[in-house]
């Protein structure tokens, strides 16, 4: 996706295409949670039958520099005031802090808090519900994401792109302009 202020600047231009009354379908082979953020708009969403779905929340990543510089011998300086300040974390320490995992978590936990609170509307499907498959994992496959109403169906792209072509009204799916 190239980032969530990406997705959420497509997303937001979708959604002021949308209101011209102009339909938006989206196709993917492989639709992860920041695909799924944006194609959420689309009145329709279809998947490839051999495709991969992931609706499994988000996760954070740290990386520590402490046993690498140790092994090195270099000693960091570091001035650091406050429990919450973690930003020099990985140069003084080979785990997360109590204090940086629960600022992290809290963040996280945000950010998917507006992606499912944004998606849940237009999916048709209540916040709670997205939560719950989610912390399931109970969405892998396209089949599995139409059961739950992530998606409309599963269809390979030349099917994808000949439903298009006769919805515009079009003989040859090469004659179609895409955004």
């Given at each position: 996706?190239?980032?969530?202020?990406?997705?959420?600047?497509?997303r937001k231009a979708l959604v002021e295409f949308k209101e011209?009354?102009?339909?938006?379908?989206?196709?993917?082979?492989?639709?992860?949670?920041?695909?799924?953020?944006?194609?959420?708009?689309?009145?329709?969403?279809?998947?490839?039958?051999?495709?991969?779905?992931?609706?499994?929340?988000?996760?954070?990543?740290?990386?520590?520099?402490?046993?690498?510089?140790?092994?090195?011998?270099?000693?960091?300086?570091?001035?650091?005031?406050?429990?919450?300040?973690?930003?020099?974390?990985?140069?003084?320490?080979?785990?997360?802090?109590?204090?940086?995992?629960?600022?992290?978590?809290?963040?996280?936990?945000?950010?998917?808090?507006?992606?499912?609170?944004?998606?849940?509307?237009?999916?048709?499907?209540?916040?709670?519900?997205?939560?719950?498959?989610?912390?399931?994992?109970?969405?892998?496959?396209?089949?599995?994401?139409?059961?739950?109403?992530?998606?409309?169906?599963?269809?390979?792209?030349?099917?994808?792109?000949?439903?298009?072509?006769?919805?515009?009204?079009?003989?040859?799916?090469?004659?179609?302009?895409?955004?």
């Open positions: 996706m190239g980032g969530l202020a990406l997705g959420e600047e497509v011209s009354g102009k339909f938006i379908w989206s196709y993917a082979d492989l639709l992860t949670e920041g695909g799924f953020y944006i194609s959420s708009v689309a009145d329709e969403l279809y998947v490839s039958p051999v495709g991969d779905v992931e609706w499994n929340g988000l996760s954070s990543k740290a990386v520590f520099f402490k046993g690498t510089l140790d092994k090195l011998d270099i000693e960091a300086q570091i001035f650091r005031v406050g429990a919450y300040k973690s930003a020099v974390e990985p140069f003084m320490l080979d785990k997360m802090s109590e204090a940086s995992r629960e600022q992290t978590t809290s963040f996280v936990n945000s950010i998917y808090d507006q992606i499912v609170s944004e998606m849940a509307p237009d999916l048709g499907i209540e916040s709670t519900k997205l939560h719950d498959i989610s912390n399931q994992m109970t969405v892998q496959t396209p089949q599995q994401a139409i059961d739950f109403g992530l998606i409309t169906g599963m269809l390979y792209r030349d099917q994808f792109l000949q439903k298009i072509a006769d919805k515009i009204e079009v003989e040859k799916t090469k004659d179609i302009n895409f955004v």
